[in-house]
């Protein structure tokens, strides 16, 4: 019997998904464990594998079409099966008889409908002949063999619901000769349609129909910024020493294992060590009481083609610079490949965003729910400095912490940013 392929629940927070595109298309045979298409959930772009197999009959919901969870999105016929289950009487066919209506009133329901299936049954649907435009009536099946076979579809008498042409009337039908459609003389040729005008091209606003992601992350942010009292803290780190001993490490480490540690990979690591001295920023406010968290999940802020995912580096004190740098590294190709799981966002305590690779030199965050805080880093420059009394040349970085105030007080939050600033101009504490 027919299978539903339903939407899949891809995340504990989505609620529905848009198909961004079908790996397997109608009349194909599909596989158990195939790659049938991809979904967008509220957090990324993710695979859905095939649990059955068969043959994909109908495609319910198109590419870009959404879905909520749960909700047949496909159709699969198991093998052997045929497509001329897809003459069962359409449900509009006929009305049905209503549990509640009045004895008389079912009665002659049933008898309308009985009448009906009977024509439907006994009656053959007229020709398929479309009127001009109008897309003729067939099953995926009966498309691929009159395909296969060369038999036009417009000549085809449909014996299924509605005139539906199903398999057996393509079996039965010849092929179609192939004839010459005389070219049309410039009197009774139909005036072509204008081209399509881009809104851009013709200068006219652009709807860009918001993606799953983007309307959470809309909500989200919106949530944060409304129900979360946001405060804003801001240091200057003297970055000289920390590149400096990036510069000695790179070195050795192009020699050993290979691995090249960005300047984000020491500030993810200060982050940590930070989290782990004042426990206090490494918590979530919850209701009636604040959460302390056992253990450091850094959400690393990664920038993907429709906004930004936030993986999780879980159980992040436990594990060493190489480790951290690894994983992030890792983590950001799959996000742009959109090959991130669902349980690879979830655990974060606290969050870095970094914009310094876009050049820009400080900016303020919003907290990401429903953690506490979150270290805003802008890029690295060169400037004047005073440094014992003298104008001299160095390597300044800006740092931002936004703290819910609900949780974190100014000092402690004060304390906290004061942590990382130190462990950044003593990078190697961080390496003992």
Known sequence: MPINIEMPKLSDTMTEGTVVRWLKQEGEEVEIGDIIAEIETDKATMEMEAFDEGVLSKISVSEGGKAPVGSAIAVLLEDGESDEDDSAPAEESAPAA?????????????????????????????????????????????????EAEDVDLASVTGTGPGGRIVKADVVAAPAAPVTTAPAPSPSSAATPAPAAISPVAGGEDQIVE????????????LTSKVTIPHFYLHLEVDAAPLMALRKQINAQAEATH?????????????????????????????????????????????????????????????????????????????ARDKKLAPNEFDGGTVTISNLGAWGVESFDAIINPPQAAILSVGGIIEKPVVKDGAIVPGLRMNLGLSCDHRVVDGAVGAKFLGEIKRLLENPALMLV
């Open 98 to 146: 209503s549990s509640s209506a009045p004895p008389g009133v079912a009665k002659a329901l049933e008898s309308a409908a009985a009448t009906v299936n009977k024509s439907q049954t006994t009656t053959p649907a007229p020709a398929a002949t479309p009127v001009s435009g109008e897309r003729i009536k067939a099953s995926p099946l009966a498309r691929k063999i009159a």
């Open 258 to 334: 290979g691995n090249k540690y960005s300047v984000n990979d020491f500030v993810v690591k200060a982050l940590i060590n930070a989290s782990v001295a004042v426990p206090e920023v490494n918590a979530s406010y919850n209701g009636d009481h604040i959460v302390q968290f056992a253990h450091v999940g850094i959400s690393v802020a990664i920038a993907v083609d429709d906004g930004l995912v936030t993986p999780v580096v879980k159980n992040a004190e436990q594990k060493s610079l190489l480790a951290i740098s690894k994983e992030i590294k890792e983590m950001a190709v799959r």
């Open 210 to 221: 918001l993606s799953s992601m983007r309307k959470i992350i809309a909500e989200r942010l």
